[in-house]
Nanobody, 118 residues
């Protein structure tokens, strides 16, 4: 059974930093892209950053380029999202996602709240 468990959310002032973790278990993720999505109130869920588990190539949404960094630790089966220079508009529930590069099948974590105060 695949599980993605996020941690690290919380409340931070604008300009501050937070680090999110996603512990992945239940299968090999060597053929998966791992991503962080977010969903703010009354808005659609959006992709924030993505990393290929095997090759490590990354993608960032324009809104977070230069501020957020996605990384993974293969030995720990964990994906991270380092968020710096946070803005109030970064406030959202952040979800970890695993998507097969072969079938596009998705797995989701339960989400973790990030709140940035102005």
């Amino acid at each position: 059974q695949v599980q993605l468990v996020e941690s690290g959310g919380g409340l931070v002032q604008a300009g501050g930093s937070l680090s999110l973790s996603c512990a992945a278990s239940g299968r090999s993720f060597s053929m998966y892209d791992m991503g962080w999505f977010r969903q703010a109130p009354r808005k659609a869920r959006e992709l924030v950053a993505r990393i290929n588990w095997t090759f490590g190539n990354t993608y960032y949404a324009d809104a977070v380029k230069g501020r957020f960094t996605i990384s993974r630790d293969n030995a720990k089966n964990t994906v991270y999202l380092q968020m710096n220079s946070l803005k109030p508009e970064d406030t959202a529930v952040y979800y970890c996602n695993a998507q097969s590069t072969l079938t596009a099948r998705d797995y989701w974590g339960q989400g973790t709240q990030v709140t940035v105060s102005s």
